[in-house]
């Protein structure tokens, strides 16, 4: 049983800041790759935020801008999502994703967070 743990999101102000993390938990496993953040927005569909491999390497999606920085710790099995400069365009459910091997197979396995709502609002 793998869960993927979200927190940090809420009500934030325009040009506020925000951070998110995610927690994998699990009570066994063999690694942990690649792991990221999507968001959804009412009507939109569901897009790429960042994401980060195991030794660090991050990708961002087209419209952080230099807002956002992703980060993990592997000790912790946390990934965090440090938003910054917030904007009402960025009101969305956030979702935790991770690629985790599991014991017995050969093949990572991508697993979701159920989600932590950010609402960016006067």
């Known amino acids: 049983q793998v869960q993927l743990i979200e927190s940090g999101g809420g009500l934030v102000q325009p040009g506020g800041s925000l951070k998110l993390s995610c927690v994998v938990s699990?009570?066994?496993?063999?690694?942990?790759?690649?792991m990221g953040w999507y968001r959804q927005a009412p009507g939109k569909q569901r897009e790429l935020v960042a994401q980060?491999?195991?030794?660090?390497?991050?990708e961002y999606g087209d419209h952080e801008m230099g807002r956002f920085a992703i980060s993990r710790d592997n000790v912790k099995n946390t990934a965090y999502l440090q938003m910054n400069a917030l904007e009402p365009e960025d009101t969305a459910v956030y979702y935790c994703?991770?690629?985790?091997?599991?014991?017995?197979?050969?093949?990572?396995?991508?697993?979701w967070g159920e989600g932590t709502l950010v609402t960016v609002s006067l």
């Open positions: 994703n991770a690629w985790i091997l599991l014991p017995g197979r050969d093949v990572g396995v991508e697993h």
């Open positions: 980060i491999t195991t030794d660090g390497r991050a």
């Open positions: 699990t009570r066994t496993f063999i690694s942990i790759g690649l």
